[in-house]
């Protein structure tokens, strides 16, 4: 699975702008930038670019989230909206004292990860791969100089949104990873006492990890980190279930915040 380990940067061609300035900005190069992007015939003469071009940047050397540089007339409404997630979140995993001041070049993380296209992907077979609805990856990728609806490029790197409920994102795993016996997971939740709840289900509705708690390290109204495992108290029954991760009411213990990620066994 050819999800990109290295750290991206999702941004925006200015008045001005070439990809030798964006790619010494943003510690890439112009090939890597080139290659992201497809910017090469049949869809455009080799490098060119156009102010409003959404383009994903590689870096060369760092890893960690994807962050999004935010530019003239962004809102963090507009920035969760693309990405198919909440303002609340978005400014809670930034730490942002007021989301309606943000500023140009602002970094942001954002709830996605990029995977590299493959020959022989399409859209449709994409969305299926990794549970992540048709609608939510096209409104991602809107913008990009070489996502022509349905027509994709091997090496093109593809924003793919992560599913998000208001108060949880889950970090890792991410969506279409192959889970192990006590696979790690790492995310940020707003959540009442900081208690965070999660299970493993395969397709069969067998559950194979039975819920267990983790705590975030801060509790609401800051979105705390949390890890945990999943250690297996059954055997899956088919190849594909879902990561649920989640808290319950205070008032009658039922599941709020619900964050479900298709993983693989």
């Not at 050819?2 to 943003?26: C, F, M, N, Q």
């Not at 267990?212 to 055997?235: H, I, N, Q, V």
């Amino acid at each position: 699975m050819p999800v990109v380990s290295k750290k991206g940067y999702i941004y925006t061609v200015r008045e001005g702008d070439t990809l030798y300035s964006i790619a010494r900005r943003l510690g890439s190069s112009v090939e890597a930038i080139e290659r992201a992007n497809h910017l090469f015939d049949p869809i455009t003469d080799p490098g060119l670019i156009f102010p409003g071009n959404v383009l994903v940047v590689p870096s060369l050397s760092e890893t960690g989230k994807v962050t999004y540089m935010v530019k003239s007339g962004d809102t963090v409404s507009g920035i969760a909206s693309r990405f198919s997630t909440f303002i609340d979140l978005v400014s809670g995993v930034n730490n942002l004292e007021n989301p309606n001041l943000i500023s140009v070049n602002q970094r942001l993380i954002v709830p996605v990860f990029i995977y590299e296209i493959q020959s022989g992907d399409t859209l449709s077979s994409i969305s299926r791969r990794f549970g992540i609805p048709l609608s939510n990856i096209t409104k991602a990728n809107q913008g990009r100089p070489s996502s022509q609806g349905d027509l994709i490029w091997p090496e093109f790197h593809l924003i793919l949104p992560l599913p998000t409920s208001r108060n949880i994102i889950v970090w890792t795993p991410l969506p279409g990873t192959r889970i192990v016996n006590n696979q790690r997971i790492e995310g940020q939740a707003r959540a009442f006492e900081a208690n965070v709840l999660h299970q493993l289900r395969d397709a069969n509705g067998t559950i194979v990890s039975k819920e267990r708690f983790t705590m975030a390290d801060e509790g609401a109204p800051e979105y705390g980190k949390f890890t945990s495992t999943l250690p297996f108290d059954r055997t899956p029954t088919s190849n594909t279930g879902e990561l649920w991760v989640y808290t319950r009411s205070a008032n009658d213990g039922s599941i709020q915040d619900l964050v479900k990620t298709k993983v693989y066994f």
